[in-house]
């Protein structure tokens, strides 16, 4: 049965999706942007930083679920532009060192409110 996610330690959804749904032992999260838990998208920021931010949120939704990013068997990417994937690939290398998820990575041409960057993953729990 699906359970939908939300945790105060990620960005509040801000339309009509969750921040993440599980059915208990798989879990999808919802794109994540560049934007703390205060709100602030990080726009503005190299999308280095920018894909960290992402990656973080990705996290918090994990770990409200007692789940890690080790645990994730799948992220898509979206870039606003593909020239972009060198800086990305580096920064987004930094919190998958050891076996990494299986990936895909477009060029969106648009990524929402200007972002450079958004990151939607899928995960196991045990």
């Known amino acids: 049965m699906k359970r939908v996610i939300s945790t105060d330690d990620a960005p509040a959804a801000v339309g009509a999706y969750s921040q993440a749904t599980t059915d208990g032992r ?28 992402c990656l973080d949120n990705v996290a918090a939704i994990l770990e ?33 060192e050891d076996e990494p998820p299986a990936r895909s990575a477009v060029e969106a041409g648009a990524v929402p409110k200007g972002a450079a960057v958004e990151i939607e993953a899928v995960a196991t729990l045990e």
């Open 64 to 96: 409200s679920e007692g789940g890690s990013l080790e645990d994730v068997l799948k992220t898509t990417v979206f870039l606003e532009d593909i020239d972009d994937f060198e800086a990305f690939n580096e920064a987004y290398g930094e919190y998958f």
């Open 26 to 53: 798989v879990l999808f999260t919802a794109g994540q942007l560049p934007l703390t838990t205060d709100g602030e998208l990080l726009d503005d920021e190299p999308v280095a930083d920018q894909t960290r931010q």
